[in-house]
């Protein structure tokens, strides 16, 4: 059971993100953790950290939260190993430079029988690690990469079509940055009780949103926070991280958001 985070800001912001408590807030109380990974996109680039560890022993975890680096769009992922061993290979957020754009992508849940998709077989040889993330992050990039238009509501088109596909095999929460909007889909997730995990059920990702109004203001959570938010400002979370604001995504909800607006919004 993995934990998303993303942001999603009109102007650069200066995020502090302590992945081991923000993994706790998750509910990850009783389960060790198998790697963690940010991502601070800046113009075309982007700062990305990642490691195979937990975020609570590691010294490089230590240094991303004493040295936030401002960004507009930011992608974070603490993991849970249930595709592929613990290895950096296999850490999200996974990237690659499409059209001299860094692009990121981080998965939360499983895509049983992603292998025997059609479009797998020319992805494979390009899977760095073994992991059902890392494959469904490079076949929707060729699907992307087949586009006639380059248009952001056509290029939601197809990764919503993508998800609803990635859905009938297992559980889909996608956060993708394409190196100028940020995209997110929601599907289920696992919870974790005293009983143990639960079969996968709604929300599987859930929304807060600041706007002008709340210029200047601070946003403190367990384990993130934000100093002097300018909004629009959007922020997804697996669970909410804090008693206020946040709404459930229904599943199936796919988005795509630039610089804090919402381009577009699609229902499942």
Request: proline content about 5%.
């Amino acid at each position: 059971m993995c934990e998303l985070f993303a942001m999603s800001a009109s102007v650069p912001h200066r995020v502090r993100y302590e992945l081991d408590l923000f993994a706790a807030e998750g509910g990850e109380r009783h389960r060790n953790r198998d790697g963690w990974g940010i991502l601070l996109a800046q113009d075309r680039d982007a700062y990305l950290f990642r490691e195979p560890d937990p975020a609570a022993s590691s010294e490089l975890s230590r240094m991303v939260v004493r040295n936030e680096r401002p960004c507009r769009h930011l992608i974070a992922h603490v993991r849970r190993a249930s595709s592929g061993n613990a290895a950096l290979a296999n850490t999200h957020p996974f990237d690659r430079v499409v059209g001299g754009r860094r692009n990121a992508f981080a998965h939360n849940g499983d895509l049983p029988g992603i292998e025997d998709h059609p479009d797998a077989a020319t992805c494979m040889p390009s899977r760095i690690g073994d992991t059902d993330s890392e494959l469904a992050f490079l076949m929707l990039l060729d699907r992307l990469g087949a586009m006639e238009s380059t248009g952001a509501e056509a290029r939601l088109d197809v990764f919503a079509r993508f998800a609803a596909e990635m859905r009938e095999l297992g559980s889909a929460n996608f956060l993708f940055f394409d190196g100028e909007h940020l995209f997110v889909h929601a599907d289920r997730r696992r919870f974790e009780t005293e009983d143990g995990l639960t079969e996968p059920r709604e929300p599987g990702l859930n929304i807060r949103s600041f706007d002008d109004g709340d210029r200047g203001n601070h946003w403190q959570a367990r384990g993130a926070s934000i100093k002097d938010i300018s909004g629009p400002l959007h922020l997804f979370a697996s669970v909410p991280l804090d008693a206020d604001g946040w709404a459930p995504l229904p599943r199936g909800t796919a988005m795509i958001l630039k610089d804090g607006q919402i381009v577009s919004r699609r229902a499942g």
